[in-house]
């Protein structure tokens, strides 16, 4: 059994649910039916530094929504699937898609819907405050709950991993 730091080493792509995992799962709806969601900035920077290091970022969401079209737009991130109610099919396109093996992503993960590419990927992840069935299939699980920083650990686990962390917040002087 590998390690969770040998897993997060070959990491080339992390693909994140949204409700649940880049939001905290509430959705709000005005009196018109807009929709809104809160996306934590912390998460959002964590991304931005992980692509950096020349990881790509994906999400693959079961439901359709403008905001994630507008937030995902500004973290540049151009993997993009909403709407998918398998998403092994996402998963299996962007395998194609960027020349990668299932052993070289990771997973986060909040609700059972996400639980067929968690028993593919390299390296499987559950917010903190996901399902139990979804926790006992992850290799880890984030110590902050979806839409509170759950994905900046995430991500910070797999700059640690490749050595990449330290290198990338010289930038703020850290």
């Not at 109610?85 to 962007?94: F, I, M, Y």
């Not at 052993?103 to 405050?129: C, E, F, K, W, Y």
């Not at 900046?152 to 797999?158: G, N």
């Amino acid at each position: 059994m590998h390690s969770v730091t040998e897993k997060a080493r070959q990491i080339r792509l992390v693909i994140f649910d949204v409700d649940g995992v880049l939001t905290d799962g509430r959705l709000f709806f005005d009196h018109q039916g807009h929709e809104s969601k809160g996306f934590h900035a912390r998460d959002g920077l964590g991304i931005k530094l992980l692509q950096q290091t020349g990881v790509e970022v994906a999400v693959i969401s079961g439901r359709r929504s403008r905001s994630v079209e507008q937030r995902m737009a500004a973290l540049d991130i151009k993997h993009v699937y909403q709407g998918q109610d398998n998403k092994v099919l996402a998963l299996d396109q962007l395998c194609e898609t960027l020349g990668l093996e299932y052993q070289q992503i990771t997973h986060v993960g909040d609700d059972v819907l996400d639980i067929p590419i968690m028993n593919r990927v390299g390296l499987s992840v559950a917010v903190q405050d996901a399902h139990s069935l979804v926790k006992e299939k992850a290799d880890w699980t984030t110590t902050l709950p979806g839409g509170y920083g759950a994905a900046r650990e995430v991500c910070d686990l797999v700059m640690q991993a490749q050595d990449k962390l330290a290198t990338v917040l010289t930038q703020y002087e850290v």
